[in-house]
């Protein structure tokens, strides 16, 4: 595996994020910083989240992009768009629900030139752990079966 890299751009007022690699718990903090950046603009005509070089996700992250559907839908009316190629990164994203909160397709976005990496972020353990809590809260709420898997990690979370 290698070590995950979340790039971002702004075109014509379509926001793309693009994950590579494998992305986990360490980029939420970034992660959530652009997703409140893209809903202070609420200037624009598309989100589009590009998976096509993620070879992993793990749920914190899956959480988040929850989040950014969910803001989407409500403040400017528009499901936004996710591109995967990778079968594995495909069967995930159907089992978590994503089919119903995102627009999936199969085809690569056409500007990969235009991306910049997102800036790391340093938090404290409180607001990553409450990153995560969120994170996982949303998923929950997208289907039973989350809520089933990740019952327990968020009661954990809680007490702590």
Not at 13 to 21: P, Q, Y
Not at 67 to 96: A, C, E, F, H, Y
Not at 110 to 131: A, G, I, N
């Amino acid at each position: 595996m290698s070590m995950g890299r979340i790039q971002f751009a702004e075109q014509s007022g379509t926001f793309v994020l693009k994950f590579v690699g494998e992305v986990r718990l360490t980029l939420c903090s970034a992660l959530d910083a652009t997703i409140e950046k893209i809903f202070t603009a609420l200037d624009f005509s598309a989100i589009v989240i590009d998976l096509t070089e993620a070879e992993s996700i793990d749920s914190t992250t899956l959480g988040l992009l929850a989040k950014l559907s969910i803001l989407s839908r409500q403040k400017v009316g528009l499901l936004p768009t996710v591109v995967t190629t990778n079968p594995d990164i495909s069967r995930l994203l159907q089992s978590m629900g994503f089919d119903q909160v995102f627009n999936i397709v199969d085809r690569p976005i056409p500007c990969p030139e235009c991306l910049t990496d997102l800036p790391s972020q340093d938090q404290s353990e409180d607001v990553v752990r409450s990153k995560v809590l969120e994170a996982h809260k949303i998923l929950m709420g997208l289907n039973d079966s989350n809520r089933e898997a990740f019952h327990d990690l968020v009661n954990a979370l809680e007490r702590t």
